[in-house]
């Protein structure tokens, strides 16, 4: 991607916009054979998850939530999850088990950053079908999700003004 107002440093090589336009991109085209890849390595998958976030706290109660997602949805227990929400939560754990990702997991304490965004970039994406999956688990989707209420209200348009009834006559 050509980045036109880099002069004077003060415009970031990638933005948020870049990895949320990679996650979109990235998650239409998952197959149901990637989310059962991802499952059947689920043991690997939770000892990366638990030995690999370091002091990310956040990127791994997303993570553990977003395997579990998967899982049920790969075994046909919760149906009722759009695939778009599964689609893009695969897409945040692929991204984390990149170790050559756009910044390298190796490098201390900033490897994780860009997984990290990654990861609440898909749950912001996902909130609708996150909450719906964590209201059928009984537990709070807060604990995954960040600014939930602001996510909610970017979800409903702003009402408008009442258009007038009257007409103008034309002359």
Same mark, same amino acid.
């Given at each position: 991607?050509? !980045?036109?107002?880099?002069?004077?440093?003060?415009?970031?090589?990638?933005?948020?916009?870049?990895? !949320?336009?990679?996650?979109?991109?990235?998650?239409?085209?998952?197959?149901?054979?990637?989310?059962?890849?991802?499952?059947?390595?689920?043991?690997?998958?939770?000892?990366?998850?638990?030995?690999?976030?370091?002091?990310?706290?956040?990127?791994?109660?997303?993570? !553990?939530?977003?395997?579990?997602? %998967?899982?049920?949805?790969?075994?046909?227990?919760?149906?009722?999850?759009?695939?778009?929400?599964?689609? %893009? %939560?695969?897409?945040?754990?692929?991204?984390?088990?990149?170790?050559? +990702?756009?910044?390298?997991? +190796?490098?201390?304490?900033?490897?994780?950053?860009?997984?990290?965004?990654?990861?609440?970039?898909?749950?912001? %994406?996902?909130?609708?079908?996150?909450?719906?999956?964590?209201?059928?688990?009984?537990?709070?989707?807060?604990?995954?999700?960040?600014?939930?209420?602001?996510?909610?209200?970017?979800?409903?348009?702003? !009402?408008?003004?009442?258009?007038?009834?009257?007409?103008?006559?034309?002359?």
């Amino acid at each position: 991607m050509r !980045r036109e107002k880099r002069r004077g440093g003060k415009e970031p090589l990638l933005s948020a916009k870049d990895f !949320r336009q990679y996650l979109l991109e990235h998650a239409a085209q998952i197959a149901p054979g990637d989310v059962e890849t991802l499952v059947a390595a689920r043991a690997a998958v939770a000892a990366k998850i638990n030995g690999g976030c370091g002091d990310h706290a956040l990127l791994q109660t997303q993570l !553990r939530f977003a395997l579990e997602l %998967l899982t049920d949805h790969a075994q046909g227990r919760s149906p009722q999850i759009p695939y778009h929400t599964v689609s %893009l %939560l695969a897409v945040a754990m692929l991204y984390f088990l990149n170790p050559f +990702d756009v910044i390298p997991d +190796d490098i201390p304490r900033v490897g994780l950053s860009d997984d990290a965004l990654m990861a609440e970039l898909a749950f912001e %994406l996902a909130a609708p079908g996150v909450e719906r999956y964590a209201t059928w688990k009984g537990v709070q989707a807060s604990s995954v999700l960040v600014n939930q209420s602001d996510s909610k209200k970017k979800a409903t348009p702003p !009402r408008r003004a009442p258009r007038c009834t009257t007409r103008r006559r034309r002359g």
